[in-house]
């Protein structure tokens, strides 16, 4: 059996990042069958991209990376930095109920962690917001964030298939390296409750980032029921990130933040004062197209998973 070449298109950037190109892939799928001899299983089906570039325009090395590929895997450093990220977070909040517990006060270092939980959703919208924004891959300490979410944009389904560590692994080290002098230095329960939950929360962002990405039958069924309670992000209200106009729905956390910060155009208010004030434009004002969606999970991918 053969099916029909697929084609579509993507955005790619040429090596000075702009502008924009277009680039036509054209994907063959077809089952394997006895005249050929399959890798693994038969009627596996095989994925063959063809990279058909239009004259005149600059080659690029920007494609997605394939399943298994191992820069969707996690390494040890990953998960050194995920641990010691943990570490620093679950010893903030032990300081804060052994903290509570001594000076016998729990409401406040409770309304502390629930105010830490609703800035960590703020604040991830607004460093979501830039990276998607602003800079780019030679950006000093963001650039490889930037470039990640670039990519995120293009093929939006790769998030799903990288590793746990692999996916918070960044936010890990800078949670690390933020916490970390906070728990050695401050024995204030309501500091220590605020600061280990809204950095616990803003390193697990990319976990409910990823978890937003899930098909409901495939989540654990917890995460189905918190995100449908709103306590984490939800897979309609990210989804809507994901489309037209491209400039909504930055919050991964609980998305709590989400509509206030979008009707009342509380980013598009401040990326009109960033570019009078230093003259920078947005991405999201001329880049972003219907092509950052137009690579999605096809059924061969998922097939040759
Ligand atoms: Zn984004
Ligand atoms: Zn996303």
Same mark, same amino acid.
């Given at each position: 059996?053969?099916?029909?070449?697929?084609?579509?298109?993507?955005?790619?950037?040429?090596?000075?990042?702009?502008?924009?190109?277009?680039?036509?892939?054209?994907?063959?799928?077809?089952?394997?069958?006895?005249?050929?001899?399959?890798?693994?299983?038969?009627?596996?089906?095989?994925?063959?991209?063809?990279?058909?570039?239009?004259?005149?325009?600059?080659?690029?090395?920007?494609?997605?990376?394939?399943?298994?590929?191992?820069?969707?895997?996690?390494?040890?450093?990953?998960?050194?930095?995920?641990?010691?990220?943990?570490?620093?977070?679950?010893?903030?909040?032990?300081?804060?109920?052994?903290?509570?517990?001594?000076?016998?006060?729990?409401?406040?270092?409770?309304?502390?962690?629930?105010?830490?939980?609703?800035?960590?959703?703020?604040?991830?919208?607004?460093?979501?917001?830039?990276?998607?924004?602003?800079?780019?891959?030679?950006?000093?300490?963001?650039?490889?964030?930037?470039?990640?979410?670039?990519?995120?944009?293009?093929?939006?389904?790769?998030?799903?298939?990288?590793?746990?560590?692999?996916?918070?692994?960044?936010?890990?080290?800078?949670?690390?390296?933020?916490?970390?002098?906070?728990?050695?230095?401050?024995?204030?329960?309501? @500091?220590?409750?605020?600061?280990?939950?809204?950095?616990?929360?803003?390193?697990?962002?990319?976990?409910?980032?990823?978890?937003?990405?899930?098909?409901?039958?495939?989540?654990?069924?917890?995460?189905?029921?918190?995100?449908?309670?709103?306590?984490?992000?939800?897979?309609?209200?990210?989804?809507?990130?994901?489309?037209?106009?491209?400039?909504?729905?930055?919050?991964?956390?609980?998305?709590?933040?989400?509509?206030?910060?979008?009707?009342?155009?509380?980013?598009?208010?401040?990326?009109?004062?960033?570019?009078?004030? @230093?003259?920078?434009?947005?991405?999201?004002?001329?880049?972003?197209?219907?092509?950052?969606?137009?690579?999605?999970?096809?059924?061969?991918? @998922?097939?040759?998973?």
């Amino acid at each position: 059996m053969s099916i029909l070449p697929q084609h579509s298109h993507y955005l790619t950037r040429s090596p000075t990042h702009n502008p924009w190109h277009r680039k036509r892939i054209i994907c063959s799928a077809t089952t394997t069958t006895t005249t050929a001899k399959p890798k693994s299983s038969p009627n596996q089906l095989s994925f063959e991209p063809q990279f058909v570039a239009p004259p005149n325009l600059v080659a690029s090395t920007s494609t997605p990376p394939v399943l298994n590929d191992p820069s969707l895997q996690s390494t040890w450093s990953h998960r050194n930095w995920v641990a010691t990220g943990c570490a620093t977070v679950l010893v903030s909040l032990g300081k804060a109920i052994v903290g509570a517990g001594h000076s016998h006060i729990w409401l406040e270092p409770m309304l502390a962690g629930y105010i830490g939980y609703v800035f960590a959703d703020l604040g991830s919208g607004v460093y979501h917001w830039g990276i998607d924004n602003y800079g780019d891959g030679l950006t000093p300490f963001f650039g490889n964030q930037i470039e990640a979410f670039q990519g995120h944009h293009k093929w939006p389904w790769i998030i799903t298939r990288r590793q746990f560590a692999n996916n918070l692994h960044a936010l890990a080290r800078a949670v690390a390296f933020f916490v970390l002098p906070v728990d050695l230095v401050c024995n204030d329960p309501i @500091v220590n409750a605020f600061v280990g939950v809204c950095s616990g929360c803003i390193m697990f962002s990319q976990q409910f980032h990823a978890w937003a990405h899930g098909t409901k039958s495939k989540l654990p069924p917890i995460v189905v029921a918190m995100q449908d309670a709103g306590l984490l992000v939800s897979r309609s209200q990210h989804g809507a990130h994901h489309r037209q106009p491209y400039n909504n729905n930055y919050c991964i956390v609980s998305g709590f933040w989400n509509e206030f910060l979008d009707e009342n155009k509380v980013f598009e208010a401040l990326e009109m004062a960033l570019y009078f004030k @230093v003259g920078v434009r947005p991405r999201s004002w001329s880049e972003p197209t219907t092509d950052w969606t137009g690579e999605t999970e096809t059924g061969s991918q @998922v097939a040759v998973k």
